[in-house]
């Protein structure tokens, strides 16, 4: 990650909105006139979310910026004229907007993959508004865990705890499907662990893992987290242990993570083994770390993520030490590691 991209970022906006700041939202999106004659119909309100369910797939198959510029321009014409059009009911008007925000935010989540943390964390704002123009409160949670999440990654623990608490409270945890509401409930568990309130963090993974188990297949799930699995969950419980510096733990959820993860997941997976190979070295596993990390480089042919590439930089900098105990297969490791840098730039 360079300096620029984390400088583009500013704690200082990623403020959760005040209480009142939610109903003014709504309450101006539902007086606002259109712009066009036309009149938008359901039919492109589906449209919308077939879009989010396919950019989705791709994020998670080649990584944050394998087609952001597409679904950029898709936001830019398609979809910014359908929120002009005249809108011939309250309910489609919602729905409209809902399926907007989900875009805006996967567009913020892609760039966020990609490490533009400046356009990740407005796009995360402007989705964030229009769910509140939806009146979507689930989606407004989904929101504000992701940027919660990206608060988390860039160290700032004291913005991520507010957002993730912002992402569990009013009805945004109430009225969301047990699944994400164990996806909001785990990343508050890290936000609480980089925190340094260990026993709170435990509580969030307990409470996340009974969340998950009340999951079931004939709930009325958004698309948005279907990605959200028992790895999914072992991955970021293995990340807060290991923020708590409880490594042997961390490591088998690590390794139950990369047993049950499905195919499409590449993304993921692919940053599960980096972040594997990292618990195992440090506690002396330096056999077990190199082997891992192969794995893990096999696994990344075709991803375009930043996340990606800042586990294979963190994965040369943890070898570096110990190299010389990791022999020939160390050197032809981190030989592979500085290679696949050069090739994603």
């Known amino acids: 990650m360079t300096r620029r991209q984390v400088l583009t970022y500013t ?7 005040p209480e ?13 006139p259109s712009f ?7 039919a492109q309100v589906e449209a919308v979310r077939d879009a989010m369910q396919y950019h989705s797939r791709q994020d998670q198959r080649l990584g944050g910026r394998a087609g952001h510029a597409a679904l950029l321009a898709y936001l830019r014409t398609d979809v910014a004229d359908y929120l002009s059009r005249r809108i011939p009911s309250e ?9 907007a925000s989900e875009l805006v935010y ?14 990740a964390q407005r796009s995360f704002h402007l989705a964030l508004r229009t769910a509140a123009e939806a009146g979507d409160e689930p989606l407004a949670g989904h929101i504000l865990r992701a940027a919660a999440h990206q608060a988390v990654d860039l160290h700032h623990p004291q913005r991520a705890l507010e957002l993730a608490e912002g992402s569990l409270a009013q009805h945004r945890y109430s009225l969301a499907t047990p699944r994400e509401r164990a996806l909001l409930g785990v990343v508050h568990a890290r936000a609480l662990a980089l925190a340094r309130r260990k026993p709170e963090a435990r509580q969030a993974l307990h409470r996340a893992a009974d969340d998950l188990s009340k999951a079931a297949p004939h709930d009325n799930e958004p698309a948005r987290v279907a990605f959200f699995s028992d790895a999914s969950l072992a991955h970021e419980t293995a990340c807060t242990l290991r923020d708590l510096g409880e490594l042997a733990p961390a490591e088998k959820e690590f390794e139950h993570s990369v047993r049950t993860r499905a195919l499409p997941y590449a993304r993921t997976h692919a940053v599960t083994l980096g972040y594997l190979g990292d618990v195992q070295v440090r506690q002396g596993q330096v056999e077990a770390a190199c082997a891992t990390w192969s794995r893990a480089l096999d696994s ?7 996340r990606v590439s800042d586990t294979v930089v963190q994965m ?8 010389a105990r990791g022999g020939r297969a160390a050197a032809e490791l981190d030989q592979r590691a500085a290679a696949f840098l050069r090739t994603v730039g």
Do not use: Y
């Open 36 to 42: 066009s004659r036309l009149t938008v119909t359901a």
């Open 316 to 323: 040369r900098r943890a070898l570096s030490p110990v190299r």
């Open 91 to 99: 309910d489609i008007r919602r729905q409209l907007f809902s399926a």
């Open 106 to 119: 996967l567009a913020g989540w892609m760039a966020f993959d990609a490490g533009d943390h400046g356009p």
């Open 11 to 17: 704690a200082a906006g990623a403020a959760v909105p």
């Open 20 to 32: 009142r700041w939610w109903e003014q939202t709504l309450h101006q999106a539902q007086a606002r």
């Open 300 to 306: 990344m042919t075709g991803i375009q993520s930043g």
